[in-house]
């Protein structure tokens, strides 16, 4: 026997179709909502950094800022009260990072200081890959976590590799060059091997010596190699999961929802998690 919804059970279901059905014309288009204030509360905290523009539009940032804290309140109460099981969302990921975007501007009317917190709020720009929601888009970054989860190893071991040499590098211009070039201590010199090893440069601390001089020499040219070494490791990864994807015969659409776009080896579907089959 069907049981009718009451007023509120439907009111429920069509706020929770708009606020989590990212495949929904209102869903889509509110994540945009979304995502757009997300984006101006990100630059409004930025300019408010900005002396002579806070000092020109600090009321009109804080008039914005209220405006956005109130609007994340209201889409956070309406994320909460549409689901049945609320507290799945309260203690998740997105639950806790949504609650701390909003909290700083509450908490500045009673501690000073803490508007500047509201810099949290970049961190709902995650929520674009919600948006993006594209079976092209979900397929790429599966790859991309599949090639870092089975490079882990030896890009671990690559970093190891890299730490003991910067140590032993640093020690051995502390050796070389010593306090009066600059090199006061062996933490110092690991950290003038870590900025030149990484290319970066600062030109803060410099060798002196000619023996010096040839070690760093070796250090940048070793740089470059260290810098190629990673992305070799994880493209190979992609290009062998790109190939063995190709070899599994194509995935038919989902049976139950429709949905097409699926990767080669997925065993169910990405939009209502129903087991696929190949053709």
């Given at each position: 026997?069907?049981?009718?919804?009451?007023?509120?059970?439907?009111?429920?279901?069509?706020?929770?179709?708009?606020?989590?059905?990212?495949?929904?014309?209102?869903?889509?288009?509110?994540?945009?909502?979304?995502?757009?204030?997300?984006?101006?509360?990100?630059?409004?905290?930025?300019?408010?950094?900005?002396?002579?523009?806070?000092?020109?539009?600090?009321?009109?940032?804080?008039?914005?800022?209220?405006?956005?804290?109130?609007?994340?309140?209201?889409?956070?109460?309406?994320?909460?009260?549409?689901?049945?099981?609320?507290?799945?969302?309260?203690?998740?990921?997105?639950?806790?990072?949504?609650?701390?975007?909003?909290?700083?501007?509450?908490l500045?009317?009673?501690?000073?200081?803490?508007?500047?917190?509201?810099?949290?709020?970049?961190?709902?720009?995650?929520?674009?890959?919600?948006?993006?929601?594209?079976?092209?888009?979900?397929?790429?970054?599966?790859?991309?976590?599949?090639?870092?989860?089975?490079?882990?190893?030896?890009?671990?071991?690559?970093?190891?590799?890299?730490?003991?040499?910067?140590?032993?590098?640093g020690s051995?211009?502390?050796?070389?060059?010593?306090?009066?070039?600059?090199?006061?201590?062996?933490?110092?010199?690991i950290?003038?091997?870590?900025?030149?090893?990484?290319?970066?440069?600062?030109?803060?601390?410099?060798?002196?010596?000619?023996?010096?001089?040839?070690?760093?020499?070796?250090?940048?040219?070793?740089g470059?190699?260290?810098?190629?070494?990673?992305?070799?490791?994880?493209?190979?990864e992609?290009?062998?999961?790109?190939?063995?994807n190709?070899?599994?015969?194509?995935?038919?659409?989902?049976?139950?929802?429709?949905?097409?776009?699926?990767?080669?080896?997925?065993?169910?579907?990405?939009?209502?998690?129903?087991?696929?089959?190949h053709?």
């Open positions: 026997m069907i049981t009718k919804k009451s007023k509120w059970e439907s009111l429920q279901q069509k706020i929770n179709i708009i606020i989590y059905g990212t495949n929904t014309p209102a869903g889509r288009l509110f994540d945009l909502v979304l995502l757009g204030v997300i984006l101006l509360s990100v630059i409004l905290v930025m300019l408010e950094t900005v002396q002579s523009f806070d000092a020109k539009y600090h009321n009109q940032i804080i008039i914005l800022e209220w405006v956005i804290t109130f609007f994340f309140s209201v889409e956070y109460i309406l994320r909460i009260v549409s689901l049945k099981k609320p507290w799945k969302y309260i203690f998740s990921f997105y639950g806790i990072i949504d609650l701390i975007a909003v909290l700083p501007m509450y500045s009317l009673f501690l000073t200081g803490t508007s500047v917190l509201t810099i949290v709020r970049a961190f709902r720009l995650i929520r674009l890959f919600k948006i993006l929601n594209h079976p092209q888009f979900t397929g790429q970054s599966i790859h991309l976590i599949d090639a870092l989860i089975a490079s882990r190893g030896r890009i671990f071991v690559f970093i190891y590799f890299v730490l003991i040499s910067t140590v032993f590098i051995m211009m502390y050796v070389i060059e010593g306090p009066e070039n600059g090199f006061t201590s062996i933490p110092t010199s950290y003038w091997t870590i900025v030149t090893l990484t290319t970066v440069g600062y030109g803060d601390i410099s060798p002196v010596t000619p023996l010096g001089q040839f070690l760093a020499s070796f250090v940048m040219i070793l470059y190699g260290i810098i190629a070494v990673p992305t070799g490791i994880i493209t190979s992609i290009a062998l999961n790109s190939k063995k190709n070899a599994l015969p194509p995935m038919m659409p989902c049976t139950n929802c429709g949905v097409e776009g699926h990767t080669n080896n997925a065993n169910y579907c990405y939009n209502c998690g129903s087991e696929l089959s053709d």
